[in-house]
């Protein structure tokens, strides 16, 4: 099964509004990453918060993290018709190395 | 640096045909992953490897799925016989190390279509 879990799986908005993504999770973690697909491409690494942060910000993403309920959250500000893609969450199990399982993805599309 | 190189961008075989795909990981990077995408899903771990050994390999199907990493760089996945449900796209991806808090960085994937 999926380590994690976004919510929602599709988000639809309009430009310069923000988008928020939730991602839960079973296990203990040592981190949790954010990345980032474009229609028929790789994914793309976004942002890396360690399981002793609470938030984390890298230009208009900011991430927070909480252990105590299993959750993190990736909000994208003033979103742009370039951010349409889907966002995935991805966690690394305690003492797993750099094994990383994704979540389903959340699916955003961003109107001009 | 250049990304991390798949080949070929698309496959399309018969259900029973074999098929193999290829990954050349940025260089430098030690650790090298396979993953399964289906569509409008999360990307599902096949196989890891560090160098040319393998670190976990206990999602892929063994008895149809093969992987090696000669050499500790380039790397191949083969699926012998196809059966239609392995239609997805298949990722590889490469890490500088398999410490965590190392980001992966991705191919733009093969994507595969068994009819």
């Known amino acids: 099964s999926q380590q994690g879990e976004e919510d929602p799986q599709a988000l639809s908005i309009q430009e310069g509004e923000n988008a928020t993504m939730n991602c839960s999770y079973k296990?203990?973690?040592?981190?949790l990453q954010w990345y980032r697909q474009n229609s028929g491409r790789g994914l793309v690494h976004l942002i890396l918060i360690r399981s002793n942060e609470r938030e984390k910000h890298s230009g208009r993403l900011r991430v927070t993290l909480d252990t105590s309920k299993k959750s993190s959250s990736l909000l994208i500000t003033a979103s742009r018709a370039a951010d349409t893609a889907s966002y995935f969450c991805a966690t690394d199990r305690n003492n797993a190395g750099n094994m990383l399982t994704f979540g389903g993805g959340t699916r955003l599309m961003v109107k001009p | 640096e250049a990304g991390v190189a798949q080949s070929p961008r698309y496959k399309i075989i018969e259900k029973r045909q074999s098929v193999a795909f290829w990954c050349n990981p940025i260089s430098g990077h030690a650790t090298l992953y396979w993953y399964q995408q289906i569509l409008g899903q999360g990307p599902k771990l096949l196989i890891q490897?560090?160098?040319?050994?393998?670190?976990?390999d206990s999602q892929l199907p063994k008895d149809r799925f093969s992987a090696e990493r000669l050499k500790g760089v380039d790397s191949t996945l083969k699926i012998q016989p196809a059966k239609l449900e392995d239609s997805a796209v298949y990722l590889c991806?490469?890490?500088?190390?398999?410490?965590?808090?190392?980001?992966?960085?991705f191919g733009n994937g093969t994507r595969l279509t068994v009819t």
């Open positions: 991806a490469s890490s500088s190390h398999s410490s965590y808090n190392s980001p992966l960085h």
């Open positions: 296990t203990s973690i040592n981190n």
């Open positions: 490897f560090q160098n040319n050994g393998v670190v976990d």
